[in-house]
């Protein structure tokens, strides 16, 4: 995951540090004047060696305050476009360039506190972004959430701030608060793509094989589903859980290979499924039994049949009654009963290792038509 510079944050930071101009040289000695004129020269081939050689004359040539002034612009101005950005901001510094100016240069610089001391006197969404940039690279992830929360405040919920302060979140291990952000992201934007950021990042965290499972199926809905290991998890998982049927469409879209491994799981996928359907009747008859059964039918897509399976599992077995509630819930989300399925998914406890899950399911599900 790397959201920590976003593009237009780096576009708004180099804008701001590109804009120093470069100096007009009159009312300075002739040495002088020669001096920035190569410095200039220099600064629009890129020579760096040249600026500094032509910057380090006019500075020894400057008698005068304005000469002074004026080689430091154009310092700031020739350092900049070379990129040596701690030499520009000094130089401007110096001669009391405004912090619109010198933060941007000391961040591009890497000296990040210096940047964020600047920015914190400078009003303006601008240095907002600075500030909270700087914290991220810095590793300073808790004070970075407080301040893309506070841009967002100033300026609005713009989805690249909302992408970040969702970073930092993540980072700092806020979980919670990662979660509403990208529900807010994913309200405005249910692509593949704002999905599977929130999916892949979730994916390396510690569940419960139910939850790892009701995972893959969110991944493979949603489009997010592209490396052959997530294939295979998803399908082993599908196996382990009675879904051969799942496990078995998995294993197709990976493409199985010649590996005996592959091959093995292919086989026992393909056994499994040939006897699902009557596996299916017989274990959704008893409670004990009946959240298979309902696994089954999912595997299936006979929605209705595994709805039914899944109520008498809870009704059934209070103890894991939420596992039965999240695949339930999934059941009715693809039978297109958008509101029955966040009812389901609302009643699934916080105790029980899968609301996280669970509230992501009612997420996709409210995106639904």
């Not at 760096?48 to 004359?57: F, K, R």
């Not at 980072?171 to 793509?193: C, E, F, H, M, Q």
């Not at 491994?261 to 039994?289: H, I, N, W």
């Not at 309902?294 to 599992?313: H, M, P, Q, S, V």
Request: aromatic share 6%.
């Amino acid at each position: 995951m790397s959201r920590t510079i976003s593009l237009n944050a780096r576009l708004m930071i180099a804008a701001a540090a590109l804009a120093v101009a470069a100096p007009a040289t009159a009312a300075v000695s002739p040495a002088v004047g020669k001096a920035l004129n190569a410095a200039s020269a220099a600064a629009k081939s890129r020579n760096a060696a040249g600026v500094q050689a032509a910057i380090g004359q006019a500075r020894a040539a400057s008698k005068t305050d304005e000469e002074r002034q004026k080689t430091a612009q154009m310092a700031g101005y020739a350092f900049t476009a070379v990129g040596r950005y701690a030499d520009a901001a000094a130089a401007l510094e110096q001669v009391g360039a405004p912090c619109g100016q010198l933060g941007p240069l000391y961040y591009r610089a890497g000296q990040l506190d210096k940047a964020v001391s600047i920015a914190r006197k400078c009003p303006g969404e601008a240095s907002q972004i600075l500030i909270a940039q700087s914290l991220t690279r810095q590793g300073r992830h808790k004070e970075a959430v407080a301040a893309y929360n506070s841009l967002i405040k100033a300026n609005g919920p713009k989805a690249i701030y909302l992408e970040n302060l969702a970073g930092a979140q993540f980072k700092s291990g806020d979980k919670a608060g990662y979660l509403a952000t990208t529900t807010r992201l994913i309200k405005v934007d249910p692509s593949p793509n704002r999905w599977k950021t929130l999916l892949v990042d979730l994916q390396g965290q510690n569940m419960r094989s139910e939850a790892k499972l009701a995972l893959y199926h969110l991944m493979d809905t949603t489009g997010t589903m592209s490396r052959k290991e997530d294939f295979h998890d998803f399908a082993k998982l599908a196996l382990i859980n009675g879904q051969a049927a799942v496990a078995k469409t998995a294993l197709d879209k990976s493409g199985v290979t010649s590996d005996p491994m592959d091959q093995k799981l292919s086989a026992a996928a393909a056994r499994a499924v040939a006897k699902e359907g009557p596996e299916a009747t017989k274990l959704s008859a008893a409670p004990a039994t009946a959240f298979k059964g309902g696994n089954a039918w999912l595997g299936l897509n006979e929605y209705g049949k595994a709805i039914a399976a899944y109520d008498k599992a809870i009704a059934g077995n209070p103890a894991s009654a939420d596992y039965a509630r999240v695949f339930k819930g999934i059941a009715q989300t693809k039978a297109g009963q958008k509101a029955a399925a966040q009812a389901t998914f609302k009643a699934v406890d916080d105790k029980s290792g899968m609301k996280d899950i669970a509230n992501l399911w009612s997420l996709y599900a409210s995106t639904r038509g």
